[in-house]
């Protein structure tokens, strides 16, 4: 693995999952559903078999946390000439999915990389990218990805890199829509609506929990991922949003998370219903 599974942090939508790990890179992403093939696979492999990196030029420290009551993921790089932070999110209930990732100078200014390389088929097989005025259109199969930035990129063979300055007080968005190849492109995403529709969403469905317990924020954090691993149009539970990765280093237990297992369903279920949320486990 290209770092500790410790360093990666979920967001999700509830049709899918992507992993961020603490230098910034999404190393793991199956589009559109969490039993579809991964478009970022560097989880299980390398850089070249798919992630999107965005974070500081230089190593920097680094502390991240959610947003209060969201899966909102925030990562603050303090570096010597600045900080940067960077909020990652899938919104939920957009119709189509979507990454969006935010870029804000918070003091001084830092220099940053992207690096966002798109691999299918587990992370072997590279889509046809077109170059846009804002980012590029790339196209596999029955697969659409839509990338828009706001900083000029330097497109290749299925992704974009670019070096750019972060000052205080700038604001920066990248997003990453995923679409039907015999489709036009989705409409661009307002990201401070979505940001805002996100919040609500999460704060609104945790909101409902209200049940004793002598660790609340523990309790409240679990039942937001165990949230984000309900495929929402069915409302089946997956396991985890990951395959592949053994339960101990050099360990043959292999397993694809990404189904309902029924002994796993079996505590989430349990979970939902001691939380209160019985519709959930009714689903």
């Known amino acids: 693995m290209t770092a500790p599974l410790e360093d990666y942090g979920m967001i999700g939508d509830g049709q899918t999952a992507a992993l961020v790990c603490r230098n910034g890179s999404i190393d793991w992403l199956c589009w559109p559903r969490f039993d579809s093939d991964a478009c970022f696979a560097a989880l299980l492999g390398r850089p070249e078999n798919g992630r999107w990196l965005i974070g500081p030029e230089h190593q920097c420290e680094t502390t991240r946390r959610y947003q209060p009551d969201t899966l909102i993921l925030e990562t603050d790089h303090a570096c010597d000439d600045g900080t940067v932070q960077v909020v990652d999110l899938m919104p939920p209930g957009q119709g189509t999915s979507a990454l969006i990732r935010q870029v804000s100078g918070l003091r001084g200014r830092v220099r940053m990389v992207l690096d966002l390389g798109l691999k299918f088929d587990y992370g072997k097989i590279p889509p046809w990218t077109d170059p846009t005025a804002d980012g590029f259109i790339a196209r596999i199969g029955p697969d659409q990805v839509t990338l828009r930035a706001d900083i000029p990129l330097e497109i290749g063979h299925g992704g974009a890199r670019a ?120 689903r």
């Open 163 to 282: 070096r750019f300055m972060v000052a205080e007080g700038d604001c920066l968005t990248f997003t990453l829509q995923y679409g039907d190849s015999c489709k036009n492109p989705p409409p661009p995403i307002d990201a401070a609506a979505v940001l805002h529709a996100a919040q609500q969403y999460w704060r609104d469905w945790i909101a409902r929990f209200d049940r004793p317990t002598d660790w609340p924020e523990a309790v409240r954090r679990s039942l937001l991922t165990l949230h984000a691993l309900i495929y929402q149009p069915s409302g089946g539970l997956v396991a985890a949003p990951t395959t592949s990765l053994p339960e101990k280093p050099g360990g043959t237990a292999n397993w694809d998370y990404r189904y309902a297992w029924l002994r796993d369903c079996t505590f989430t279920i349990s979970a939902l219903l001691n939380a209160g949320y019985h519709e959930e486990a009714r």
